[in-house]
T-cell receptor, first 116, second 111 residues
Framework: GAVVSQHPSRVICKSGTSVKIECRSL??????MFWYRQFPKQSLMLMAT?????????EQGVEKDKFLINHASLTLSTLTVTSAHPEDSSFYIC????????????FGSGTRLTVV | AQRVTQPEKLLSVFKGAPVELKCNYS??????LFWYVQYSRQRLQLLLR??SRESIKGFTADLNKGETSFHLKKPFAQEEDSAMYYC?????????????FGKGTKLTVNP
């Protein structure tokens, strides 16, 4: 089956530093990957959509200079939280869409980011 | 505006009782709807999609365009059904697509 690996699962960083989160599709190619943010006891909020080889599309209100997304290959997308602040602490989840299967969205296990 | 509404944050039933998790949507296009489930400490996984008209783990969901609803139902709930359930709407716009999620319903099935 389709598997999406997301790393790290947990990360603690100091304010002002940058953190990179990786999302890999292990056994399929993903033309499109999605990055979500989930606040405690709330739903998943889409941050951006990344397409392999092109610029990411950010949702309204998401700072693209702060949340850098790179989708350099059909199996890897990265989200870099730059100059992190405590308010960036959250649960970040990626999702990958399979190339050959309609509606085939597979989710990563998420990354818990804590900025201190 | 595209929106998915799950009116119940929490839903508690006893084992063996019927359960219905409500989902309503707002979308000007042709709706494509999904139910996702997240068990404790696990990742989000697809439970149902309306185009498949399938039954997974005893759950079914019917798209009612007139009522703009996609409620999830199970006639006899089991304790292992306890989880967070999210209804999602696939939106396509100018060649791009995304999933919009409802806020989720936490289902607890008591013994």
């Amino acid at each position: 089956g389709a598997v999406v690996s997301q790393h790290p699962s947990r990360v603690i960083c100091k304010s002002g530093t940058s953190v990179k989160i990786e999302c890999r599709s292990l056994d399929f190619q993903a033309t499109t990957m999605f990055w979500y943010r989930q606040f405690p006891k709330q739903s998943l909020m889409l941050m951006a959509t990344s397409n392999e080889g092109s610029k990411a599309t950010y949702e309204q209100g998401v700072e693209k200079d702060k949340f850098l997304i790179n989708h350099a290959s059909l199996t890897l997308s990265t989200l870099t939280v730059t100059s992190a602040h405590p308010e960036d602490s959250s649960f970040y989840i990626c999702s990958a869409r399979r190339v050959s299967v309609n509606y085939g969205y597979t989710f990563g296990s998420g990354t818990r980011l804590t900025v201190v | 505006a595209q929106r998915v509404t799950q009116p119940e944050k929490l839903l508690s039933v006893f084992k063996g009782a019927p359960v219905e998790l409500k989902c309503n949507y707002s979308y000007s296009g042709s709706p494509e709807l999904f139910w996702y489930v997240q068990y404790s400490r696990q990742r989000l996984q697809l439970l149902l999609r309306h185009i498949s008209r399938e039954s997974i783990k005893g759950f079914t969901a019917d798209l009612n365009k007139g009522e703009t609803s996609f409620h999830l139902k199970k006639p006899f709930a089991q304790e292992e059904d306890s989880a967070m359930y999210y209804c999602a709407l696939r939106i396509t716009q100018g060649g791009s697509e995304k999933l919009v999620f409802g806020k989720g319903t936490k289902l607890t099935v008591n013994p």
